[in-house]
């Protein structure tokens, strides 16, 4: 149901997924192996909802069943590397929202973790965020100058056609990071 909610985005069915999910969370017991997944599940849902509603306690839940899922699971596990992205996610989402440097600091250690955590050459490895490098963006951006832009994001994802600027949005200033404007090719040959 949850994959099929993120696929189609019906807010009535994501609603109806959290509900499911909290009621299943509260008939697992604590030591049941099962736990842990649910719980990263539920942080993964309520961050979309988050995203979709703006919901600040959506987002502060999301963290909490992350930190929960981490804690219920052990080191060596092969599901922690995922609740440790889906936590890095969720406190990322939150730093830029609040623009918490703790929340952005624990958003890179999070993603460090799940590389780490990932086996070498396991396929999931290369979906990870290389140690956090999308939240390490905001990281020390001062957004003063078009060079602080280049510093802090000098891979735009692969989402940005080349040619086209990135949308704007806070650095952790809550100053504007925003690329450099490029300027135009000279028409004139060179001499």
Do not use: K
Request: proline letters at 10%.
């Amino acid at each position: 149901m949850l994959q099929a909610t993120w696929q189609n985005g019906d807010p009535g069915q994501l609603n109806e997924a959290i509900d499911l999910l909290t009621q299943t969370l509260a008939a697992t017991p604590t030591n049941h192996p099962n736990r842990a997944g649910r719980l990263s599940n539920l942080g993964a849902a309520l961050r979309a909802r988050f995203g979709r509603v703006g919901e600040m306690a959506d987002l502060d839940a999301a963290i909490v069943a992350g930190r929960d899922a981490i804690t219920a699971t052990p080191t060596g596990h092969p599901n922690r590397a995922g609740y440790l992205s889906n936590l890095g996610l969720a406190l990322q989402a939150r730093f830029e929202r609040v623009g918490e440097i703790a929340d952005l600091d624990a958003a890179i250690i999070a993603g460090r973790d799940a590389i780490t955590a990932t086996p070498t050459g396991h396929p999931n490895r290369a979906r990870r965020p290389r140690g956090g490098r999308r939240a390490r963006a905001g990281r020390g951006c001062g957004g003063v100058s078009p060079g602080c832009w280049r510093s802090c994001q000098s891979t735009p994802p692969a989402t940005i056609t080349p040619g086209t600027t990135r949308p704007r949005r806070p650095c952790w200033t809550g100053r504007s990071a925003r690329p450099p404007p490029r300027s135009a090719p000279s028409s004139t040959p060179a001499a």
